[in-house]
């Protein structure tokens, strides 16, 4: 249900984006994106002074052989409260994510077991325009609770206890191109020891990784990254981004997740490596948008060093290319 008023009310299947898409996206790299059923609750417009969104939802499973269905033991909670009405540059937003799911540690397909985990995460994002053509993006994300640590059919609670914060700063040149440059740099804890009682790697919840990195390396956990874009419009509806970015890990004993490789010794460093990316937007029309990228991944000290650990990896560069069309059969609405 949904309803042109102060107050909109959806339930049932839905995706949605909240904040800067780093905890909660749509995810359109993939195939399929993310999916959630349950409620979603809409005070006020985004017109208004204040607006205030608030959902209690479980995530999609995608099944091969059978129907999509609900994760019955995953809810994901919160909301998020926009105030607008202190200044006409400033969007002030607090705002609370929760993720309570219950585990199935003794399930007979090892791949299928799952902790118990109860996580709170309560955070601020503050952005808006400087004037004179700069503007600005910073978000702080504190998290608390519990998490399981998995050993065969028995299950650890350890206390979580993570910080994430990102913060970017742009200048847009007053030119027919309409540059803009931005700095950014991104932070999210790790594990420090994965045998004390203690998890300190950030939990990304449903974020976008494409933010982080083209080549969908990294995510927003055991990560500090500095960043540096360029973006331009050299025709109507067509934007072309490039950016540099170095990546390193916050904890030398925690996992860089998104290749699965860690050295709790820690002997291995903390640089992962940089990265060249290029990226070409172009929106067709109302029902169609298309975009091709390519990035260049070059290997740091901690990824050599697993390489040669542990083979049988690479440490040359690696060169990425990737072409996505987006369909909306409905339109955006502007024609």
Same mark, same amino acid.
């Given at each position: 249900?949904?309803?042109?008023?102060?107050?909109?009310?959806?339930?049932?299947?839905?995706?949605?984006?909240?904040?800067?898409?780093?905890?909660?996206?749509?995810?359109?790299?993939?195939?399929?994106?993310?999916?959630?059923?349950?409620?979603?609750?809409?005070?006020?417009?985004?017109?208004?002074?204040?607006?205030?969104?608030?959902?209690?939802?479980?995530?999609?499973?995608?099944?091969?052989?059978?129907?999509?269905?609900?994760?019955e033991d995953t809810w994901i909670y919160g909301g998020v409260l926009s105030i607008r009405q202190w200044s006409e540059y400033l969007t002030i937003?607090?705002?609370?994510?929760?993720?309570?799911?219950?585990?199935?540690?003794?399930?007979?397909?090892?791949?299928?077991?799952?902790?118990?985990?109860?996580?709170?995460?309560?955070?601020?994002?503050?952005?808006?325009?400087?004037?004179?053509?700069?503007?600005?993006?910073?978000?702080? @994300?504190?998290?608390?609770?519990?998490?399981?640590?998995?050993?065969?059919?028995?299950?650890?609670?350890?206390?979580?206890?993570?910080?994430?914060?990102?913060?970017?700063?742009?200048?847009?040149?007053?030119?027919?191109? $309409?540059?803009?440059?931005?700095?950014?740099?991104?932070?999210?804890?790790?594990?420090? @020891?994965? @045998?004390?009682?203690?998890?300190?790697?950030?939990?990304?919840?449903?974020?976008?990784?494409?933010?982080?990195?083209?080549?969908?390396?990294?995510?927003?956990?055991?990560?500090?990254?500095? $960043?540096?874009?360029?973006?331009?419009?050299?025709?109507?509806? &067509?934007?072309?981004d490039t950016s540099y970015n170095a990546f390193w890990l916050e904890s030398k004993t925690d996992a860089w997740s998104r290749a699965n490789l860690?050295?709790?010794?820690?002997?291995?460093?903390?640089?992962?490596?940089?990265?060249?990316n290029i990226r070409l937007k172009h929106k067709f029309n109302s029902y169609m948008d298309w975009s091709v990228s390519y990035a260049r991944f070059?290997?740091?000290?901690?990824?050599?060093?697993?390489?040669?650990? @542990?083979?049988?990896?690479?440490?040359?560069?690696?060169?990425?290319?990737?072409?996505? &069309?987006?369909?909306?059969?409905?339109?955006?609405?502007?024609?």
């Amino acid at each position: 249900l949904s309803y042109n008023r102060p107050l909109s009310i959806r339930a049932g299947r839905m995706h949605f984006e909240l904040l800067d898409k780093r905890l909660f996206s749509n995810n359109p790299f993939r195939n399929t994106t993310n999916n959630f059923d349950g409620l979603r609750v809409h005070f006020g417009k985004k017109q208004n002074n204040w607006d205030l969104d608030t959902f209690a939802l479980q995530p999609v499973e995608r099944l091969k052989y059978k129907f999509d269905r609900s994760d019955e033991d995953t809810w994901i909670y919160g909301g998020v409260l926009s105030i607008r009405q202190w200044s006409e540059y400033l969007t002030i937003q607090p705002y609370f994510l929760g993720r309570r799911q219950n585990g199935d540690i003794a399930n007979s397909v090892v791949a299928n077991r799952r902790p118990d985990i109860n996580i709170y995460a309560p955070g601020l994002r503050v952005y808006g325009f400087l004037g004179s053509g700069f503007d600005f993006d910073t978000n702080i @994300n504190k998290q608390f609770g519990r998490s399981g640590a998995l050993s065969g059919t028995q299950q650890t609670l350890r206390k979580h206890d993570a910080l994430g914060y990102s913060l970017e700063l742009g200048y847009s040149f007053d030119y027919d191109l $309409k540059p803009r440059f931005s700095l950014f740099y991104g932070y999210g804890t790790g594990d420090k @020891n994965p @045998n004390d009682n203690i998890n300190q790697r950030f939990d990304i919840f449903y974020g976008f990784n494409q933010p982080w990195s083209r080549n969908d390396y990294f995510s927003w956990d055991n990560i500090s990254s500095p $960043k540096a874009r360029l973006e331009f419009t050299p025709y109507k509806d &067509v934007r072309i981004d490039t950016s540099y970015n170095a990546f390193w890990l916050e904890s030398k004993t925690d996992a860089w997740s998104r290749a699965n490789l860690r050295d709790s010794t820690g002997q291995s460093g903390s640089f992962l490596g940089q990265e060249f990316n290029i990226r070409l937007k172009h929106k067709f029309n109302s029902y169609m948008d298309w975009s091709v990228s390519y990035a260049r991944f070059t290997s740091g000290g901690f990824t050599k060093a697993q390489a040669e650990a @542990n083979g049988p990896f690479t440490t040359e560069p690696s060169n990425f290319f990737y072409f996505e &069309v987006s369909l909306n059969f409905f339109g955006d609405g502007k024609l």
